[in-house]
């Protein structure tokens, strides 16, 4: 293992601790004169910032292009980068046009790393248990919130709290929340849910006892808006009946809203460009 190889993989190391998104760019293959040859690694962080060596200004503009459009859709892809002059090789990969003297092809995988995603749990009721298995299984980082003497029973947590004190949690802000509480604290929990600014804000419960509640709080002077936007009942309609059926049925929910948010519909829905360099894609020499 090369030092340079050894300092991006504790460049990796510190950003996944850290919960930090990055992208890794590795040289597949190059073509004619490249400053960079198959191999080259680098970590691209959310800023653009890079560490490593895949290229000069050529390369590293079309990656970083390449970078902040992965750690928007999560998906990898492969870019080419040639010069502007040179025909296209007809394959299905997006191409970028090159003005660089030395006139070399260059392709490129783009890979995103991103932290996995917070749900975070109030409520120690079967369905939280349930909904807490469930989610440790498809990769979410989870948080439970209960009374103390009911957190021995998620073994599966990534992080427990004493308490409904989800603030606690940094992660609170851009995760999923979800009260469970089922008629132990409910009003506490779900004031302490829509607290952390947590876009999606599901309540386990019935439609009458979420009106209630959601009642009771606006009266304390809760923001009408964070209000109107709790899920309740939280999960999609599939007739869900028992503890662990609500939890599919709420992950369900809550993995659409992960992977087809507006932006995320909007890419999808889009017409496919023509294969070839698109304009406005030019990576330019520094």
């Given at each position: 293992?090369?030092?340079e190889?050894?300092r991006l993989?504790d460049?990796?190391?510190?950003m ?10 590795t ?11 198959a ?21 590293q503009g079309?990656v ?14 492969m870019i ?9 090789e ?14 070399g ?16 749990i109030?409520?120690a009721?079967?369905?939280a248990?349930a ?32 308490g ?46 979420a ?9 304390a002077?809760a923001?009408?808006?964070?209000l ?7 999960g ?16 369900a ?6 992977r087809?948010?507006a932006?995320?519909v909007?890419?999808?829905?889009a ?16």
């Amino acid at each position: 293992m090369t030092a340079e190889t050894d300092r991006l993989i504790d460049c990796m190391a510190r950003m996944k601790g850290e919960n930090r998104p990055f992208a890794v760019a590795t040289v597949i293959r190059t073509q004619d004169a490249t400053s960079a040859k198959a191999g080259a690694k680098a970590v691209l962080r959310a800023d653009g910032t890079i560490e490593g060596w895949i290229g000069g200004g050529c390369t590293q503009g079309a990656v970083k292009k390449a970078a902040a459009a992965a750690l928007i859709d999560g998906r990898a892809r492969m870019i080419r980068i040639r010069p502007a002059d040179a025909e296209s090789e007809g394959e299905e990969i997006a191409e970028f046009a090159s003005k660089c003297p030395s006139g070399g092809t260059i392709d490129v995988f783009v890979d995103p790393v991103l932290p996995r995603p917070a749900l975070l749990i109030a409520g120690a009721s079967p369905t939280a248990q349930a909904l807490c298995d469930l989610a440790a299984r498809a990769g979410f980082a989870v948080t439970v919130a209960a009374l103390p003497g009911d957190l021995a029973a998620f073994t599966q947590a990534d992080n427990r709290i004493a308490g409904f004190d989800l603030a606690q949690d940094a992660r609170a802000a851009g995760g999923f929340v979800v009260v469970a509480t089922q008629g132990k604290r409910d009003r506490e929990a779900l004031a302490a849910a829509l607290a952390t600014g947590a876009p999606y804000v599901g309540f386990v419960g019935s439609r009458k006892k979420a009106a209630a509640l959601k009642q009771e709080l606006a009266t304390a002077g809760a923001d009408p808006a964070r209000l109107a936007a709790i899920r309740s009942p939280a999960g999609l309609d599939i007739g869900a009946a028992t503890p662990e059926e609500i939890a599919v049925s709420i992950l369900a929910e809550i993995v659409r809203e992960r992977r087809l948010g507006a932006s995320a519909v909007d890419a999808a829905t889009a017409t496919p460009a023509e294969p070839g360099i698109a304009k406005g894609d030019a990576a330019c020499c520094n």
